[in-house]
C-alpha cells in the first residue's frame, strides 16, 4: 500500500541473509579532501595521516566478523591504496563504484564554485561537463543490484569515495540521490547498511577509525 507520499512501506522482498551486511568504506585523506577540493577522475595519493587512517579503518573493519566478504573498490589509486593499508583484498575493481563526476568543477572547493554559482552544492545544482543526478542514481542502483545478488551468500565491503558512497547510503533506503545530503561521511569512515524484519536500514554510519597515534 502506497502512502499519501507514494512510498510502499511493505517490507522488500530483496532474497537475502537477515544477517547480510553491506559496509561502504571511504578512502583515506588525501591533500584535496583536506582541502575541500573536488576530487573525481584525478588520481591523488593518500597523505601520510590518510594512510594512518585507512590502517586503523582496517581494525575496525575487521572487528565486524563479516561472512567471507566480497571486497569491491574503485579504480583510484588512493581508494585501492586504502584497502591496502586496511588488509582488504580487492576482488574487484570497479569502475561502477568510482566518485560523482564533477566535469568543470573538478579540483574546485565550494566556495570557488559559489563566486559564480550562489548556493551550489552537488545536490542542488548541475556540474557542467559532469553526471547528472539521474546518472549517479542509475549507477548507484546498478551496483546495489549486484550486491544484493552477492549477499545471498557472502557479505560486502564497497571501498570508494564520499559523494558516491552517500548516494549508496540514500538509495539504499529508497530516498533519492539527493538526499545523500543527510549523510555525512568522512575520510577512512565506514558505514554498515543491512536489514531488520525484512527492511533495509543504516546499521551504523560514518563511523571514524581509530585515532592513530593519539592525534
Known amino acids: 500500500m502506497l502512502d499519501d507520499h507514494g512510498r510502499d512501506h511493505r517490507p522488500p522482498t530483496d532474497p537475502v541473509r537477515p544477517d547480510a551486511r553491506v559496509v561502504l568504506l571511504r578512502h583515506g585523506e588525501t591533500d584535496w579532501a583536506r582541502t575541500g577540493r573536488h576530487t573525481s577522475v584525478t588520481d591523488v595519493p593518500l597523505t601520510p595521516l590518510g594512510e594512518d587512517r585507512a590502517r586503523a579503518a582496517g581494525a575496525r573493519l575487521a572487528s565486524l566478523d563479516l561472512r567471507h566478504p566480497l571486497v569491491v573498490a574503485s579504480p583510484r589509486t588512493r581508494a585501492l591504496r586504502t584497502a591496502e593499508l586496511a588488509g582488504l583484498t580487492v576482488e574487484r575493481r570497479w569502475d561502477a563504484v568510482r566518485e560523482w563526476d564533477y566535469g568543470d568543477y573538478e579540483g574546485l572547493t565550494t566556495a570557488e564554485i559559489r563566486r559564480t554559482v550562489p548556493h551550489w552544492t552537488v545536490w542542488t545544482h548541475p556540474c557542467p561537463g559532469g553526471e547528472t543526478t539521474d546518472a549517479v542514481s542509475a549507477r548507484a542502483d546498478l551496483v ?12 560486502v565491503v564497497v571501498v570508494g569515495h564520499g559523494h558516491f558512497s552517500r548516494v549508496l547510503v540514500a538509495r539504499w533506503i529508497g530516498e ?8 555525512a561521511l568522512g575520510p577512512a569512515g565506514s558505514s554498515v547498511l543491512g536489514f531488520e524484519h525484512g527492511y533495509r536500514q543504516v546499521i551504523a554510519h560514518n563511523v571514524p577509525p581509530a585515532d592513530p597515534g593519539g592525534r
Open 176 to 183: 533519492p540521490v539527493t538526499e545523500g545530503r543527510r549523510f
Open 144 to 155: 546495489l543490484s549486484v550486491v544484493l545478488a552477492t549477499l545471498v551468500d557472502r557479505d
